[in-house]
């Protein structure tokens, strides 16, 4: 089993920067695929951005594109999500998952393809 806590959200003002961290332990190795996901009031959770095993390759939602940057520790098991230029519309929970991988794995974007998940952190973006 791997557990995973979130920490970092908040409440900030548009235009400012977060960043989120994701601290894995258990099964846990180096071989996670992780990826955060969030999910706003009213809606369904979407895809925010993903990292592969090694953290040689990143995948990003359209909506956040050149605004956050995933990056992964793999000595620490820890996973980040840096948000700059945060719009009111980021406003959501935001969820780290994680999923064992294998070597030179491609990123994951949807949330049936994770095993585990954290607990969310919020993050408030006001206008």
């Known amino acids: 089993q791997v557990q995973l806590v979130e920490s970092g959200g908040g409440l900030v003002q548009a235009g400012d920067s977060l960043r989120l961290s994701c601290a894995a332990s258990?099964?846990?190795?180096?071989?996670?695929?992780m990826g955060w996901f969030r999910q706003a009031p009213g809606k369904e959770r979407e895809f925010v951005a993903a990292?592969?095993?090694?953290?040689?390759?990143?995948s990003y939602a359209d909506s956040v594109k050149g605004r956050f940057t995933i990056s992964k520790d793999n000595a620490e098991n820890i996973l980040y999500l840096q948000m700059n230029t945060l719009k009111p519309e980021d406003t959501a929970v935001y969820y780290c998952?994680?999923?064992?991988?294998?070597?030179?794995?491609?990123?994951?974007?949807?949330?049936?393809?994770?095993?585990?998940w954290g607990q969310g952190t919020q993050v408030t973006v006001s206008s």
């Open positions: 998952a994680a999923r064992h991988a294998t070597r030179y794995s491609n990123t994951y974007y949807s949330a049936p393809e994770y095993d585990y």
């Open positions: 990292v592969n095993w090694e953290g040689s390759r990143t």
């Open positions: 258990g099964r846990t190795g180096s071989s996670l695929a």
